[in-house]
């Protein structure tokens, strides 16, 4: 459904540009699909977060993680439902766990940060940007931009990490920074069925 609109959409866009190549149009309705496809997630994320009374948190988590999850890539499921089910549980869950079972020991913070933050070093570097066979990095000037955008997102979440006076919020966004570093692994594409764009092009020279 949402697929059909957008590419509607991107049929009356391009009636009105008749010059527009196909490349081009690729590139307007991927970021169509990806604008239509994200509010409904958003809208979604949002309620549900204001329902388990944690609204404000939804909302912050979001905007800090978005720039990082933008960056790094991940594995993408096949269907609308799946991908904003994926989005909530990587957004949401982080949140719960840091606000229901709560770390009294302050020191065990940083620990933590170091911790995350040398894992996270090491799967930017093994894995980021992570795409996929549906929406692959082809150039290698992208892949450098966002690998080092990867990495400046990280040291400004590790930097509110150990700054913010609330600690739910710095837990939060420890357990949200691990949970998108899994889904930058072979594994965890192999068990949702993606493939990186690499072994995709591969396959076909093979």
């Known amino acids: 459904m949402i697929d059909k609109f957008c590419d509607w959409i991107t049929e009356q ?19 169509v699909r990806l604008l239509f ?21 939804s ?9 990082y999850r933008s960056s790094t890539g991940g594995f993408h499921l096949k269907t609308h439902w799946g991908c904003m089910l994926s989005s909530i549980v ?10 229901y079972i709560p770390i ?6 940083y620990v933590m940060t170091g911790i995350i933050g040398i894992l996270s070093s090491i799967f930017i570097f093994k894995y980021a940007p992570a795409d996929t066979e549906n929406i692959p990095i082809l150039s290698k000037q992208e892949r450098k931009t966002k690998r080092i955008k990867s990495y400046i997102s990280l040291g400004i979440l590790l930097t ?6 609330d600690k739910i919020v710095s837990y939060m966004l420890l357990y949200g920074m691990f949970l998108q ?3 930058l692994t072979p594994i965890a594409y192999k068990l949702t069925k993606n493939k990186y764009s690499y072994e995709v092009y591969t396959e076909e020279t093979a």
């Open 13 to 31: 866009i391009k009636g009105k540009m008749p010059e527009m190549d196909e490349e081009k149009e690729a590139v307007i309705n991927f970021g």
């Open 37 to 57: 496809g994200e509010i409904p997630k958003i809208i979604a994320l949002f309620i549900i977060g204001f329902l388990l009374q944690i609204g404000w948190y």
């Open 59 to 67: 909302l912050l988590i979001y905007f800090l993680l978005a720039p």
């Open 90 to 99: 990587l957004y949401i869950v982080p949140i719960l766990m840091a606000k």
């Open 104 to 109: 009294s020991q302050e020191y065990i913070i």
């Open 160 to 165: 509110i990490i150990v700054f913010v006076p």
């Open 181 to 183: 570093d899994l889904t």
